[in-house]
Nanobody, 124 residues
Framework: QVQLVESGGGLVQAGGSLRLSCAAS????????MAWFRQAPGKEHEFVAA????????YYGDSVKGRFTISRDYAKNTVYLQMNSLKPEDTAVYYC?????????????????WGQGTQVTVSS
């Protein structure tokens, strides 16, 4: 089992920045692919970013490329999502997810563990 706890969400004006954190505990963290998804009201989960178990490869959804950065700190068992140049359309609940294998996937149903989510609201 892997437990994930997100933090760092909040209300920010368009053009601003936020950094989300996802603290992992439980079984081995270092071999997991980690990802961020988001869900806006009435919409399905949208892939935001993923990072390989080695940390050497990162992937982003088209809507956030160039603005968001995913990273991981093995010593702290934490994954981060730095979000810059935020837009109102980035408003959503952001979820951290872990896959119990070092395989990259962009499909939410292929992730094994999820956090409770953190709300990000971007005002215009």
């Amino acid at each position: 089992q892997v437990q994930l706890v997100e933090s760092g969400g909040g209300l920010v004006q368009a053009g601003g920045s936020l950094r989300l954190s996802c603290a992992a505990s439980g079984r081995t963290f270092s071999r997991n692919t980690m990802a961020w998804f988001r869900q806006a009201p009435g919409k399905e989960h949208e892939f935001v970013a993923a990072i390989s178990w080695s940390g050497g490869n990162t992937y982003y959804g088209d809507s956030v490329k160039g603005r968001f950065t995913i990273s991981r700190d093995y010593a702290k068992n934490t994954v981060y999502l730095q979000m810059n140049s935020l837009k109102p359309e980035d408003t959503a609940v952001y979820y951290c997810a872990a896959k119990a294998a070092p395989v990259i996937t962009f499909r939410p149903y292929e992730y094994d563990y999820w956090g409770q989510g953190t709300q990000v609201t971007v005002s215009s």
